[in-house]
């Protein structure tokens, strides 16, 4: 059964660093998209990030371009989020995700979803 999962969520002051990785099992998934999306409390998921299957395109949201980095490794079947000064709005639960387009930003592109990781800014 293929799945994703996502670890190195966690709590962190303003200002501090973390990096997420999603992990593949089940199949390989060098040849999908793959994105970022993140749901804070009481409000909606939103788009983060997104790359293209070998890593050369991105988008971002506008408010983490800048402090935000995603890459791949397709020899590890896993992506990351390298994410640098982090402020409390970007407290969420942090969701992987792959799918097929070049740098999908739509939720209906994605086909697989991590269980999601908890990420916690403090002021």
């Known amino acids: 059964q293929a799945q994703l999962v996502e670890s190195g969520g966690g709590s962190v002051q303003a200002g501090g660093s973390l990096r997420l990785s999603c992990t593949g099992s089940g199949r390989a998934f060098s040849n999908y998209a793959r994105g970022w999306f993140r749901q804070a409390p009481g409000k909606e998921r939103e788009f983060v990030a997104a790359t293209n299957w070998v890593g050369q395109s991105t988008e971002y949201l506008d408010s983490v371009k800048g402090r935000f980095t995603i890459s791949i490794d397709n020899a590890k079947n896993t992506a990351y989020l390298q994410m640098n000064n982090l402020q409390p709005d970007d407290t969420a639960i942090y969701y992987c995700?792959?799918?097929?387009?070049?740098?999908?930003?739509?939720?209906?592109?994605?086909?697989?979803w991590g269980p999601g990781t908890q990420v916690t800014v403090s002021s």
């Open positions: 995700a792959a799918g097929y387009g070049r740098t999908p930003k739509a939720s209906h592109d994605y086909y697989y």
